[in-house]
């Protein structure tokens, strides 16, 4: 009995000490929470992989509508120009102010696809300790799946097909839309064909 009895407090007392340990670390300030100073590769792995698995495992069981609906789409476009293109541009737009500054890096959603499951549950939701808000505080989810639908179509726009959505999307009312050009174009009627052309719905791999 002796024997596991030392063994237990040998644990315990290590345990103690690790725990003394990182109290003392987080309250030193010596590390440092700037923007501008990035976690070092293991943190950051574990971060990402947490994040990942995180989202994953909270949207896989959600009902995706149909997200090649037109008008969801159109009105998608209105929604992204007017909340997105800072931190995750546009075709055409290379950076912006405020996107340097951000870390980590959101991602460029005009050069990737989004699973819509995680799409969906990150605009809703957010992330916490990045720039990423929880839109549904805002705005519901028939407009959340709107503007996933949208990012489905992003990667294959042109800077032209996208001035073109934008300008004839109904507009987000709370937001100022950055519609790629100094006016906006007066709307027109909304078609399939006139939303997803052969080369915006064109399909492509999901990128993670």
């Known amino acids: 009995m002796q024997q596991p009895a030392k063994y237990l407090i040998t644990v315990a007392i290590t345990l103690g000490l690790l725990v003394i340990g990182a109290v003392a670390f987080v309250c030193s300030g010596l590390y440092n929470i700037g923007a501008d100073d990035h976690h070092t590769r293991p943190v950051s792995a574990i971060m990402q992989t947490l994040r990942e698995h995180s989202i ?15 008008q969801l789409i159109l009105k998608g476009a209105g929604q992204y120009a007017a909340m997105c293109t800072e931190c995750h541009l546009a075709p055409g737009r290379e950076d912006s102010e405020i996107r340097p500054g951000l870390y980590p890096q959101p991602p460029n959603l005009s050069q990737m696809r989004i699973d819509p499951k995680d799409a969906f549950w990150v605009i809703k939701h957010g992330i916490k300790m990045s720039a990423m808000p929880a839109w549904g505080f805002s705005h519901d989810d028939a407009t959340i799946w709107s503007m996933v639908a949208f990012l489905q179509k992003l990667p294959d726009m042109t800077p032209a097909q996208y001035k073109d959505i934008v300008a004839r999307a109904p507009p987000d009312e709370d937001m100022p839309m950055d519609t790629g ?28």
């Open 56 to 70: 994953h495992s909270r949207s896989k069981d959600l009902a995706v509508p149909d997200l090649n609906d037109p």
């Open 181 to 208: 050009t100094k006016t906006q174009g007066m709307a027109m009627p909304v078609t399939a064909a006139s939303v997803a052309s052969p080369a915006i719905g064109a399909s492509s791999a999901t990128s993670r």
